[in-house]
């Protein structure tokens, strides 16, 4: 009885992981009938989904509405299993060794919540020699109630990809000869919460320019970009706010 139970457990715990996967998305997507369940279909990203095939190739359309930090997440998790070879996604907290502030739904259709991370998503051409293609730098949501940038970053690298696996030029120029560093949700806990600061702290006046050094990097967003600037080297930077 007990290896009984010991193997139905390792069998519903082997099909949670299955169900987190974003190719478990994609199935159930197709099985799914918008009509009949509407909240589901919306939380699996289901619109996304339906829109690439399993190239990766844009076949169809979706409508954009302002992400969740957990519909950030999904979506890039999209994108890392849709394109291998061309994104990357990890957090400050793992690369950097930083800590997490706040806690954060990371699945908009599951209750549990854990420590908000840093997203950082890398779109290029991984296998190509790093030191020989520019970097660019993109952030949003610096400031955590500032709705526009994180989900304009993320769907712009959705563009990207979905136009080069359709073999656009255009899309394929910049994904083949530049490194993209998105950070899309720089205030993780604001942007979840939808409050400008992060534990009180304004991340975007926590730099080490024109304060003391008492009086900066306080704030994990910032030092999260901090340490990224230091890693890498970016020619051009850009946050967008609003």
């Known amino acids: 009885r007990d290896t009984l139970l010991v193997l139905i457990v390792v ?17 159930r997507c197709a099985e799914m009938d918008y009509s009949q369940d509407k909240a589901q279909w919306n939380a699996l990203d289901c619109d996304f989904w339906k829109s690439r095939d399993s190239q990766g190739r844009i076949v169809g359309h979706y409508q954009y509405k302002y992400l969740s930090y957990g519909e950030l997440l999904q979506r890039m998790r999209a994108l890392e299993y849709l394109y291998p070879n061309f994104v990357k996604l990890d957090s400050a907290q793992e690369i950097y060794d930083l800590p997490s502030i706040g806690r954060c739904r990371e699945d908009d259709w599951k209750p549990e919540e854990s420590g908000c991370r840093i997203w950082i998503l890398r779109v290029g051409d991984h296998s190509a020699e790093q030191a020989e293609i520019p970097q660019v730098f993109v952030s949003g949501a610096l400031h955590g109630n500032e709705r526009i940038g994180p989900t304009a970053v993320v ?3 959705c563009l990207l990809l979905g136009l080069h696996a359709s073999s656009d030029p255009w899309a394929t120029r910049i994904v083949l000869q530049r490194s993209l560093l998105l950070m899309p949700a720089a205030n993780a806990i604001g942007y979840m919460e939808g409050v400008r600061e992060e534990g009180g702290v304004d991340p975007n006046r926590d730099f080490a320019y024109d304060t003391s050094p008492e009086a900066c990097m306080r704030s994990v967003a910032a030092r999260s970009i901090n340490e990224l600037f230091r890693a890498q080297l970016v020619q051009v930077g850009v946050t967008l706010h609003g």
């Open 155 to 157: 769907e712009a690298a």
């Open 11 to 27: 069998q519903w715990i082997d099909g949670l992981k299955v169900s987190q996967r974003p190719d478990y998305r994609q199935k």
